[in-house]
């Protein structure tokens, strides 16, 4: 077991469920062993400060809203060079909630990227700014720039960077590499550690 570095301040991808309660507006999570939404005013405790940061420009801008009792939902994901959030809309005028987001833009501007995930469409549909979350990954050669890494919203992603870079340190401290192993890396999603370790090893597959 590798212990992380932090308790709290650490996730930096957040999944915050919305509600309308007698006309007010609950952004948090599902109370225990039900669908009623908990308002965390204070936000959330374990997620990275800027995501909190997004969550107060959401809570400012959502209110004016007409059709608020149809977002359900708010994905926020924090990379080291931004932050993407994906809005979760069930009611019928898509054109209507993308109008009303980009107008308001930079009211957002704790997001570098928005995104709108209606009905049952497959991937969300980007609104504007980035696309990408990126984030950085150590090489073994510590005088060559890490390698940059990235994922689109809903994409398979580690949720604590600072545990994510101590996983990497003991795969090498445990492989003990040499230069001339061949890895295979299972469900390697976007090469989160496959790629970091390539300059370790002969091969990636």
Known sequence: ????????????RVQFKVAVSQGKLKIGFFRNGSHVVEDAAQGCPIAVPV????????????????????????????GELGLIAVVHYSGQNIRKISSFLTDRSSDLKSCTGLFIQSGQQEMPEHLWGDGDISYRMPVRDSDTSPCLLS?????IAQVNQSQNIALLSWIRRCGGFVGTENIIDLYCGNGNFSIPLASDVASVV
Do not use: H, W
């Not at 992380?4 to 930096?12: E, L, Q, S, T």
């Open 51 to 78: 995501i909190n940061e997004a969550l107060k420009c959401f809570r400012t801008v959502l209110p004016a809203f007409s059709e608020l009792q149809a977002i359900s939902q708010i994905s926020i994901d924090a």
């Open 1 to 12: 077991m590798v212990a992380a570095p932090a308790c709290y301040g650490y996730r930096r």
């Open 151 to 155: 994922y689109r919203p809903g994409g």
